[in-house]
């Protein structure tokens, strides 16, 4: 009886530190960015120099982990996914990624440490950027955000830009590909609004 009992514990004690290890080692996280540039044909040189201030938003976006909403259950609740995540927060990808394409457009882009170069800033500030499920198997990656054009500190025009595209797949890579493909047609509307802009005197 003593023996059953000892290779009893035995056993279970073998088990839990199997499970242990299992626990451990979990799952590896998948890391993303917005992949390569899409390639740029349109032109606002009227637009001269211009500084481009990094991308600024809520504090829940200041980190590399993703987000998404269920609409059909609850679209109040924005949950993280647990295996995969950006490799920089999304205002470092959306800084780099609008920088990109108002370079291959034309603009010349400065940073802010370049303020004595020019006098026009570009300001932009996230409403929203999360890919959203409508069911199961249906999602969009939505991109919202508010852009400002500062000359002398002063206001000359700011407009809200928004983008929702489709998600090929119902999980976190394809919520990827609905976002960088939101953003760069965020990008080319601002570019083609900042075309628009009356020129710096």
């Not at 679209?75 to 470092?92: C, D, E, L, V």
């Amino acid at each position: 009886m003593m023996i059953n009992t000892f290779r009893n514990g035995v056993a279970m004690a073998v088990a839990a530190l199997a499970l242990g290890a299992c626990a451990s080692k979990g799952q590896p996280t998948a890391q993303y960015d917005f992949g390569p540039p899409p390639t740029q044909t349109s032109s606002a040189s009227t637009v001269g120099a211009l500084i481009v201030a990094d991308v600024t938003g809520p504090a829940a976006l200041d980190s590399e982990r993703m987000y998404y909403r269920l609409l059909y259950a609850d679209a109040r609740q924005s949950r993280p996914y647990a295996y995969n995540q950006w490799t920089a927060t999304p205002f470092q990808l959306l800084t780099q990624r609008i920088k990109t394409s108002l370079s291959h457009g034309g603009v010349k882009v400065l940073s802010a440490t370049d303020a004595a170069a020019s006098a026009t800033v570009l300001r932009m500030e996230v409403e929203e950027f999360t890919q959203n499920f409508d069911s199961a198997t249906s999602s969009q990656g939505l991109l919202r955000l508010r852009a400002s054009v500062f000359r002398d500190h002063r206001l000359v025009d700011q407009k809200t830009f928004s983008s929702s595209k489709p998600a090929p797949s119902a999980d976190a890579a394809g919520g990827v590909r609905a976002l960088a493909d939101a953003s760069d047609a965020v990008a080319a509307e601002m570019l083609t609004w900042l075309a628009a802009l009356p020129p710096s005197k």
